[in-house]
């Protein structure tokens, strides 16, 4: 799946670039305004190699079809009344245009908890696990890390303390702002300043009577970042903006608010406003991270060679991956590298297939063989040998922990049995994989049931599973939702009440445990004292009738 993002990220640069060449893109390409106080930062790209989209470039000149709806400045876009306008940049030789709606504009603008007030806190840095968002909290205020407990935060900053923290009656003595404003002593020092947006939006909140996190507050789905993917010259910079979408169907340009973090500082750095700034060649992306959810936009800064595009033409080419390579490597002005040879095919193709060197016989009879085909036919052999069932046998029993200090010796060598004759039989890994997490019955007749044997606990379960099968640790969003990545704690609980119904029963004999799977038995969400509806990983919830054991 890696290497088809890859691919699919490269094609997306490809179709950019030649667009680009030929005139100007605004980002977003259709913007909508939602009430009074809505605003959109926009850019503007260049043709390829000039496309660093900083709002406030002097060669970019913004233009408005009709001033009582929109107005721009510094790049900055605000509405003035409802209706539709069309906005025009134009660098001297091109232009772009977008059409842009406003709606709202006359309605009251309702600062949100949930939607508003968190986000503030979170890029000012209260709830990070530095300060309030710590474990057990900072100088008496505990704050969830990162917000990602509306409820549990609004009962924190309201009702504690006496409610000392918010005044509805003097929102501008309110400790919440006071403290980070400096006004009094605040551990944590200055975090933002007074008539900052920031402070507007929480002054705002505690005039408006402080309300809390409803239920029919619009829920964040997700959020985009643009460009969603920059092609860089060498120290070009590159503004990127993060805009979100809720349930109700409106947008709101959250780029202030988002945490922003490059993959490859050795390509470039951004800052907390979304600036990228090129340092080195190579390819990486920038992930920007607003209300536990995370985006990611690839960035591609080609090396600075003159190299022909006849020497990828003329590349020889073996197979579908050689094509993806010589295109990643066309992208970033990269020659390709030479054909690797005999000795060293020789040593890579034996390491990676049965996991051992050649011996001299072996080595000395490839080297010396003419035909052109040896290369496919050693690869052949080699996955022929009883060797790479005994290697990939290994290397899955060791991800799949086949541990004789965990299991019987009757059921490790049921579950490694198994395992070796998946491999034999060269079972597709999607079956493989289907067959482990399915599996019910007899350990010692269903070796690979072996797998819930060694994980008793749901979470313990879905965790290693996890690991095991998607590659990636959630382990953090057992607590809070996860700091790094888009997985929240209701969806931890959610795929580890997947495995609750997982039950065991000992049967007689040494290590021989039944497997089954019940259709009841949920798991609690500890934050909610509810069960959290099973569901996979960015999953509707799943719809079970209680049928009993099977």
């Known amino acids: 799946m890696k290497n088809i993002f890859l691919t699919l990220c490269l094609f997306t640069f490809l179709s950019v670039s030649l667009r680009a060449a030929d005139s100007l893109i605004i980002y977003p390409p259709e913007i909508t305004l939602t009430g009074p106080n809505a605003s959109q930062q926009l850019l503007c790209s260049g043709p390829l190699g000039q496309n660093s989209a900083m709002p406030n470039r002097a060669q970019i000149k913004w233009s408005v079809s009709n001033e009582k709806v929109v107005h721009i400045e510094n790049g900055i876009l605000t509405p003035r009344g409802n209706g539709t306008a069309t906005i025009t940049a134009n660098d001297g030789s091109k232009s772009a245009s977008a059409k842009v709606t406003v709606e709202k504009f006359t309605e009251p603008a309702e600062i949100s908890f949930r939607n508003h007030v968190q986000p503030v806190l979170a890029k000012s840095g209260c709830n990070m696990g530095a300060c309030h968002g710590a474990a057990l909290g900072k100088n008496g205020l505990h704050l969830s890390l990162r917000g990602y407990d509306s409820d549990f935060d609004f009962h924190a900053m309201t009702r504690k303390a006496g409610g000392r923290r918010v005044n509805p009656s003097d929102p501008a003595r309110s400790l919440l702002l006071t403290k980070p404003t400096g006004a009094i002593p605040h551990k944590g020092g200055v975090r933002f300043e007074v008539d900052s947006p920031e402070y507007r939006v929480l002054v705002n909140w505690i005039a408006q009577g402080a309300a809390p996190p409803r239920e029919t507050d619009a829920q964040l789905e997700r959020i985009e970042i643009f460009p969603e993917n920059a092609f860089l010259r060498l120290h070009d910079p590159q503004q990127f903006i993060v805009r979100a979408r809720y349930s109700d169907g409106h947008t709101e340009d959250v780029t202030r608010y988002a945490k922003f973090t490059s993959n490859a500082e050795s390509v470039g750095t951004i800052d907390q406003l979304g600036l990228f700034k090129t340092v080195g060649s190579g390819q990486g992306s920038v992930n920007a991270w607003f209300a536990s959810k995370v985006v990611t936009a690839p960035i591609t800064v080609p090396y600075d060679h003159k190299i022909a595009s006849s020497v990828y033409a003329d590349s020889p080419r073996h197979n579908l991956i050689d094509e993806h390579v010589l295109l990643q490597l066309q992208l970033l002005n990269l020659p390709p590298s030479p054909q690797a040879d005999d000795a060293e095919f020789l040593r890579r193709a034996f390491l990676d297939t049965i996991g051992v060197l050649p011996t001299v016989e072996e080595a000395k009879a490839f080297l010396a063989d003419k035909s052109p085909n040896k290369r496919d036919a050693l690869i052949d052999r080699l996955l022929a040998r009883p060797e790479f069932v005994d290697y990939w046998a290994y290397r899955w029993s060791d991800l799949l922990l086949v541990n004789s200090e965990k299991l ?37 007749d269903n070796g690979a049931a072996n797998f819930f044997v060694l994980h008793p606990d749901s979470t313990e379960l879905m965790e290693n599973t996890a690991q095991a099968f998607l590659g990636m640790a959630i382990n953090c969003a057992k607590c809070h939702n996860h700091p790094l990545e888009k997985w929240t704690n209701d969806q931890y609980y959610a795929l580890a009440n997947m495995f609750s119904r997982v039950k065991m029963k000992d049967l007689a004999g040494d290590g021989n445990t039944l497997v089954i799977s019940a259709t009841e038995g949920d798991l609690i969400q500890p934050r909610t004292g509810r069960p959290q509806p099973p569901a996979a990983l960015d999953a509707a919830p799943l719809k079970l009738e209680a049928t009993g054991d099977r």
């Not at 059921?411 to 060269?426: D, G, L």
């Not at 994989?433 to 019910?440: E, G, M, N, Q």
């Open 408 to 444: 019987k010796p009757n059921a490790m060598w049921a579950y490694y049995r198994w395992i070796r004759t998946q491999v034999e039989q060269n079972t597709p890994w999607d079956r493989f994989t289907r067959d482990v997490l399915t599996a019910t019955g007899s350990t010692l």
